[in-house]
C-alpha cells in the first residue's frame, strides 16, 4: 500500500522559511514525478511544484525564485524549501507522487504566514 508521509510546516511570520520533507513507500515500482500542491480557503487545489526522477523541475510563477524543490531518489524523498513567505502562501499543502499511472496524495500540512 503506498503511503505518503509528510513533516513540516507550521506558522510563520512574513519573510521567514520553511521546509517541508515527503517520505513515499510501497510501491515496488518506484516513483516518478512528485512535487507539491496547495489548497488555500475557498480555492482550487494548484500546483506549486514538481520534479521528475531524472530531476526537471517545474514551478508556479507565484513561488518561482522563492520555492525550491529537490528529492532523494534513493529515500524516495521529496522537499521543499519554502523562503520569503507571504500571507498568500498560507494553504494546506499536499504532497504528490506518481507510481504506474496512478497520483497518490501526502495527508496535507497546513501552512500559515501570519505576523
Known amino acids: 500500500q503506498v503511503q505518503l508521509v509528510e513533516s513540516g510546516g507550521g506558522l510563520v511570520q512574513p519573510g521567514g522559511s520553511l521546509r517541508f520533507s515527503c517520505a513515499a513507500s510501497g510501491s515496488i515500482f518506484g516513483f516518478g514525478t512528485m512535487g507539491w500542491y496547495r489548497q488555500a480557503p475557498g480555492k482550487q487545489r494548484e500546483l506549486v511544484a514538481t520534479?521528475?526522477?531524472?530531476?526537471?523541475?517545474n514551478y508556479a510563477d507565484s513561488v518561482k525564485g522563492r520555492f525550491t524543490i529537490s528529492r532523494d531518489n534513493a529515500k524516495n524523498t521529496v522537499y521543499l524549501q519554502m523562503n520569503s513567505l507571504n500571507p498568500e502562501d498560507t494553504a494546506v499543502y499536499y504532497c504528490?507522487?506518481?507510481?504506474?499511472?496512478?497520483?497518490?496524495w501526502g495527508q496535507g500540512t497546513q501552512v500559515t504566514v501570519s505576523s
Open positions: 504528490n507522487a506518481w507510481s504506474r499511472g496512478r497520483a497518490y
Open positions: 520534479i521528475t526522477s531524472g530531476g526537471n523541475t
